[in-house]
């Protein structure tokens, strides 16, 4: 009879043999997208980098869940709360680049910069106009 601690091994051994193999197929099947579609090759390492820890920290979830450490939902859990209070932490961040993001997208709202308006006299003072119309 096998000893019921071997088959735990076995069983971790293959769970992060297979999610190296899966983070390493998805790892190479985004770069090359990402290459072909023109990113940088910040971005694309950036890319690799996300993907390995997060391979990293799946193959320990599951590693801990096969030996009995903790349960899956615990984790769960866990990433939940994490997710929210980075959420809450990034709200302003987020929603000023999510506004600025639309903003620019939205064409006829871009601004456009018009002639620049002086006055002659004493003080000269210069006044950059925006035109947010499209005409």
């Known amino acids: 009879m096998i000893d019921p601690v071997i088959i735990q ?6 769970t ?18 990402a290459r072909r579609a023109g990113a940088s090759s910040d971005l694309i390492r950036t890319i690799r980098e996300v993907l390995s820890i997060l391979w990293i920290v799946l193959a ?7 030996a009995g450490i903790a ?3 615990s984790f ?4 939940g709360i994490v997710g929210l ?9 987020l929603s ?3 506004s600025g993001i639309l903003l620019l997208s939205w064409s006829s ?12 006299g004493r003080g000269s003072q210069v006044r950059p106009s925006f035109n947010l119309d499209p005409d």
């Open 96 to 98: 000023n680049i999510i």
């Open 109 to 120: 709202a871009a601004p456009r910069f018009g002639c620049i308006q002086w006055a002659e």
């Open 60 to 66: 320990a979830v599951l590693i801990l869940s096969i």
């Open 9 to 14: 091994v076995a069983s971790a051994v293959a």
């Open 71 to 73: 349960s899956l939902f």
């Open 16 to 33: 992060v043999a297979v999610a190296w193999l899966v983070a390493e197929i998805l790892i190479r099947l985004i770069s090359g997208v």
């Open 85 to 93: 209070a980075v959420s809450l932490a990034l709200q302003n961040t």
């Open 76 to 79: 769960l859990t866990l990433s």
